[in-house]
């Protein structure tokens, strides 16, 4: 959390996951679809293929002084330092994993990446919600599954989300929005 110099509180959300998991498919869906919020300029860093190099930006605000700078990292393995610098001063996270059954081992090193990158704070300061995302395919993984694979117990919010129709995107994206503000500015 940062104040900028018009006093407006500044909150950072990163969706976070595995390569071509639906990151920045779910920022899109939400910077075109959603209404009611302010959004700035969409800015993404990518390769001639649409792939994220760096990292997609944009700033949105339902209004008033509270600003959400929302981020999405790049999910290919050689991008594991671009990840590591896009989180530092993260608010909360939306960890975006992927229901294709070939995905396990991917969904698996993320998850434990982030893990290692925030240590004890994720979860207890830094709060996460979790996206199932690619819950349209017709082989996907079982919700029960991919808890167990991820090692998820009750205690984090989880949605069921297809990125590309945008369903439970924004479902997810209030829950961590709502998360970090309490978390911030009401201690």
């Given at each position: ?9 500044h ?99 993320s ?7 925030l ?69």
């Open positions: 959390m940062r104040k900028d110099d018009k006093g407006r509180i909150l950072k959300l990163v969706f976070y996951g595995p390569s071509l998991g639906g990151k920045t498919t779910a920022l899109r869906w939400l910077y075109g679809k959603v209404e009611g919020l302010q959004k700035g300029e969409f800015t993404a860093i990518e390769d001639e293929t649409n792939r994220t190099l760096f990292f997609d930006y944009v700033p949105m605000s339902a209004g008033g002084r509270v600003l959400f700078d929302v981020f999405t990292v790049a999910g290919q393995k050689r991008h594991r330092h671009q990840r590591k610098v896009v989180l530092q001063g993260t608010d909360g996270i939306l960890f975006v994993a992927d229901s294709s059954p070939d995905q396990r081992e991917e969904n698996v090193e998850f434990e990446e982030l893990k290692l990158f240590g004890d704070v994720l979860g207890r300061d830094i709060p996460i919600v979790v996206m199932l995302n690619k819950r349209d395919l017709p082989n996907r993984m079982s919700r029960d599954e991919m808890l167990d694979l991820l090692g998820l117990g009750g205690n984090v919010p989880i949605y069921e989300t297809i990125a590309v129709q945008g369903v439970g995107v924004k479902r997810a994206f209030q829950a961590i929005a709502r998360e970090v503000i309490l978390k911030r500015m009401y201690k």
